[in-house]
């Protein structure tokens, strides 16, 4: 099952620390397992304590399911193919039209909000003008944190989290339910309106998953709306391609980036690929970007409102012809070694204040939006307020656009300022985040902002980037961190003056991408996202240099954003690698029991205990004499189909096998896989006592071919065959034969280092630990070189 925390796994290969050879043997005894498996199977989704469990991307081969894929014709297969690539395209448009909906909504809604605070201070209501400002955002936010705790708590944060475990094996309720869908498009719509200094990508994500996961449940039975053209995606395997299509089409529809979004599909959220997986990302993608393509032609028509073009135009950073020369190196590495730094603090503020943030929102739902409404406060007073630290300056001669910008968005705020004069500090605070990138990134704007102004933007979009995540209203960091990586970018850019020839939007482009790096750690999805999304390739090389800098720098501190949301959420995500002292301990020594056997033919009383006092959803069968010679494992069964051999009541009233051919009484979409978070329950079941002492014949329905692995394979080995393959559960059979068919189960919590470090205590002595930067570790670093 799942685990409630992820920590840093190091690579297989990693030198192996081991004791030597004498304590080695003295504690040999001490490695057998001696507690069982109580690790807590519950995990942070959203803003709320949820069961989780795994998912299974195992084939079930049994009696009945073979007899059901060899009445399968050609026809069927054309039909799957058919119905996958349909499913793709139907993402792609849904995800494109979302995304289309969400940035319209967020530019029409927070531009009224400011044309109407800007008309107040236009004529010098400033107190009113406050008051409008703040209570809109106030609104808007509570708004966002109420639908949210009381409708669908699973819809706070950016989702990128859940949607990476789920990629991993981790279900969990509501993730991606319908409900979640709706709070998630509209709460935040709400948030990002409400000047919240969260971005939108994040939850997009999110709400594109959301979109895959819904289409490939297959319809619902409660409401009547399958056919059967949709049993063929009701398994964990199909989902979770169409899942990761629809994570790669999320990010597509934010920044309208289809190649970046198959690659961050593929760099950050996805466990397995394949190179038929990538055909559909990027056709779904592909389908993104014409479906927003032509949306917005609709938009520059100007029937969308007056704000209608802001969000997804891509920015104009720079001239068409971009240069830059040996003189300018040493400013990319200074941007990239700073924004590695600033990237991994970044990550450890966030940490620290998601920890507060955690012990508020365990309080209830109060005390929840108490602090959604006193981060509110706070920011509205950040953003109105310090603007007034800025000087007005006189607006520029030969400007292509109005200056000062009233009634939309622009480089040139009035503020509080003359006529004629523009306030910088307000042309930043006082606009969507697009807007204020995009400011930040537009050419020719060298002598538009200070540098005290850019260092006050940049401070304050720093920290309210950092207390802003982590309320309970769907937030994403992606376009916050683009922000102030801009500022930052800027800002060197302004100080280095004329010792570098790149203009300073250049700057703020590779300012964003040094942060991205510095704290999320991605870099080929980053660098063709920035590219895409400056619509730029000239801008590669330099992108590429200062995100693989700011990446090696940052991960001296500690681990990417999201790797570090997974393990706070309590997430049990398997790594890729093994941890080197896991190679200390073989399979036998952490299988955890008591084990919980079936008989072949087993009494339905029996069946109903074991399902009722244990959460196993995994069951050895083995067949004992009369039907075989001696004990013999037979397969494995599973919980969820054992609860519809107990539905549907087919039971006998011998020991005995059964005669009659099953598939006349069961069909294939009996068994199929339920949607995401949706599980039967034996509570459910009602059995009189003279079915209670009835027979089952578990034979055509048990897995015939589980994996299997002998207890003396380390369990370093195993936990690589359990990730790649895609397990749930995995069976640990006896060195001897003379001993019981099967030892115990292997599941997804059993490979988690605080089960294995709390079961074996010793092994923290010679644990592997992850090279962090600090005094004792250069200290001794130097020494050993000495």
């Known amino acids: 099952m799942a685990a409630d925390q992820l920590v840093n796994a190091d690579d297989l290969e990693a030198p192996l620390i081991s004791p030597a050879a004498s304590y080695h043997d003295e504690h040999r005894s001490r490695i057998r397992r001696s507690t069982s498996n109580t690790t807590s199977q519950v995990a942070l989704i959203g803003s709320n304590l949820c069961p989780i469990e795994s998912l299974d991307y195992e084939l079930i081969e049994n009696d009945f399911l073979k007899q059901d894929w060899r009445s399968r014709g050609p026809g069927h297969i054309v039909q799957y193919v058919i119905l996958k690539w349909t499913l793709c395209f139907l993402v792609g448009v849904l995800s494109g039209a979302v995304g289309f909906f969400n940035n319209l909504a967020v530019e029409n809604i927070a531009g009224v909000k400011f044309v109407i605070t800007?008309?107040?201070?236009?004529?010098?209501?400033?107190?009113?003008?406050?008051?409008?400002?703040?209570?809109?955002?106030?609104?808007?936010?509570?708004?966002?944190?109420?639908?949210?705790?009381?409708?669908?708590?699973?819809?706070?944060?950016?989702?990128?989290?859940?949607?990476?475990?789920?990629?991993?094996?981790?279900?969990?309720?509501?993730?991606?339910?319908?409900?979640?869908?709706?709070?998630?498009?509209?709460?935040?719509?709400?948030?990002?309106?409400?000047?919240?200094?969260?971005?939108?990508?994040g939850p997009m994500i999110h709400t594109s998953a959301c979109i895959a996961s819904i289409l490939g449940q297959g319809g619902s039975r409660k409401y009547k709306l399958t056919c059967k053209w949709l049993r063929y995606f009701k398994n964990d395997r199909d989902r979770r391609d169409l899942v990761t299509c629809g994570s790669g089409a999320g990010v597509a529809a934010a920044f309208r980036a289809p190649v970046g979004g198959v690659l961050f599909a593929l760099e950050c959220v996805s466990s397995w690929w394949r190179s038929a997986l990538l055909w559909r990302a990027f056709f779904t993608t592909a389908v993104v970007v014409v479906i927003l393509r032509a949306l917005i032609d609709i938009c520059n028509s100007g029937k969308c409102g007056l704000f209608g073009k802001g969000g997804l135009i891509?920015?104009?950073?720079?001239?068409?012809?971009?240069?830059?020369?040996?003189?300018?190196?040493?400013?990319?590495?200074?941007?990239?070694?700073?924004?590695?730094?600033?990237?991994?603090?970044?990550?450890?503020?966030?940490?620290?204040?998601?920890?507060?943030?955690?012990?508020?929102?365990?309080?209830?739902?109060?005390?929840?939006?108490?602090?959604?409404?006193?981060?509110?406060?706070?920011?509205?007073?950040?953003?109105?307020?310090l603007p007034w630290?800025?000087?007005?300056?006189?607006?520029?001669?030969?400007?292509?656009?109005?200056?000062?910008?009233?009634?939309?968005?622009?480089?040139?705020?009035?503020f509080q300022c003359a006529p004629d004069h523009y306030n910088d500090l307000a042309s930043l605070f006082f606009n969507t985040n697009d807007d204020a990138i995009r400011n930040l990134y537009s050419a020719g704007t060298d002598n538009v902002f200070q540098k005290s102004s850019v260092f006050l933007f940049f401070i304050a979009s720093y920290?309210?980037?950092?207390?802003?995540?982590?309320?309970?209203?769907?937030?994403?960091?992606?376009?916050?961190?683009?922000?102030?990586?801009?500022?930052?970018?800027?800002?060197?850019?302004?100080?280095?003056?004329?010792?570098?020839?790149l203009n300073h939007g250049l700057f703020a482009v590779l300012g964003s991408a040094s942060l991205l790096g510095g704290s999320m750690r991605m870099t080929v999805s980053v660098c063709v996202i920035i590219l895409e999304l400056t619509n730029n390739l000239l801008l590669l090389p330099l992108v590429m240099l200062v995100l693989l800098i700011s990446k090696t720098v940052a991960d001296v501190f500690n681990a990417d954003v999201y790797d570090l949301l997974v393990k706070l959420k309590g997430l049990p995500y398997l790594e890729a690698h093994a941890?080197?002292?896991?190679?200390?301990?073989?399979?036998?020594?952490?299988?955890?029991?008591?084990?919980?056997?079936?008989?072949?033919?087993?009494?339905?009383s029996n069946i109903v205990h074991v399902l009722k006092t244990t959460g196993h959803h995994g069951f050895p069968v083995v067949d004992e004499p009369p039907f075989s010679s001696s004990p013999v494992l037979f397969g494995l069964i599973l919980r969820a189909h054992l609860l519809v051999l107990l539905k549907k009541k087919t039971f006998l009233h011998a020991c005995t096998l059964v005669s009659i051919d099953v598939s006349k009484q069961f069909s294939a979409e009996d068994f199929a896989k339920r949607g995401s978070g949706k599980h039967e329950n034996i509570e459910g079941i009602d059995l009189t006592a003279e079915e209670m002492d009835m027979f089952v014949d578990l034979h055509p329905?048990?897995?015939?071919?589980?994996?299997?692995?002998?207890?003396?394979?380390?369990?370093?080995?195993?936990?690589?065959?359990?990730?790649?393959?895609?397990?749930?559960?995995?069976?640990?059979?006896?060195?001897?034969?003379?001993?019981?068919?099967?030892?115990?189960?292997?599941?997804?919590?059993?490979?988690?280092?605080?089960?294995?470090?709390?079961?074996?205590?010793?092994?923290?002595?010679?644990?592997?630990?992850?090279?962090?930067?600090?005094?004792?570790?250069?200290?001794?670093?130097?020494?050993?070189?000495?």
């Open 314 to 385: 891509m920015f104009d950073v720079t001239s068409a012809d971009v240069t830059y020369h040996l003189i300018d190196l040493p400013p990319v590495l200074v941007l990239g070694v700073i924004g590695g730094i600033l990237g991994s603090f970044y990550n450890f503020l966030l940490q620290k204040v998601l920890r507060v943030y955690n012990l508020i929102n365990e309080k209830g739902h109060v005390c929840k939006l108490l602090l959604a409404a006193s981060v509110s406060i706070f920011t509205s007073c950040c953003l109105f307020g």
């Open 389 to 414: 630290l800025a000087s007005c300056k006189p607006c520029p001669a030969g400007l292509s656009e109005a200056c000062p910008s009233i009634g939309r968005s622009g480089n040139f705020k009035k």
């Open 701 to 786: 329905y048990t897995n015939t071919s589980p994996y299997t692995v002998v207890e003396t394979m380390s369990l370093a080995k195993a936990l690589i065959l359990f990730r790649e393959v895609g397990l749930r559960h995995l069976l640990v059979i006896p060195k001897s034969s003379s001993r019981a068919p099967v030892v115990g189960i292997l599941t997804r919590h059993d490979f988690m280092p605080e089960h294995i470090l709390g079961t074996h205590p010793f092994l923290l002595q010679s644990r592997w630990k992850t090279i962090r930067l600090g005094k004792s570790n250069l200290i001794e670093l130097f020494s050993g070189l000495c």
């Open 463 to 501: 920290f309210l980037g950092i207390i802003s995540y982590g309320l309970a209203v769907p937030s994403g960091l992606f376009v916050p961190v683009i922000l102030t990586g801009a500022t930052y970018g800027r800002l060197v850019g302004m100080l280095m003056g004329s010792h570098s020839t």
């Open 118 to 201: 800007s008309n107040m201070m236009l004529t010098r209501k400033f107190g009113w003008a406050f008051g409008v400002f703040a209570g809109t955002n106030f609104v808007l936010l509570m708004f966002a944190s109420m639908i949210t705790t009381f409708i669908s708590p699973a819809a706070a944060g950016s989702g990128i989290p859940e949607v990476k475990a789920y990629l991993n094996g981790v279900d969990a309720p509501d993730i991606f339910s319908l409900k979640t869908f709706f709070v998630k498009v509209v709460g935040c719509i709400a948030a990002v309106s409400s000047s919240l200094c969260v971005g939108k990508a």
């Open 579 to 604: 941890e080197p002292y896991m190679r200390q301990l073989t399979v036998g020594d952490v299988v955890g029991g008591p084990l919980q056997i079936f008989n072949g033919v087993e009494k339905v």
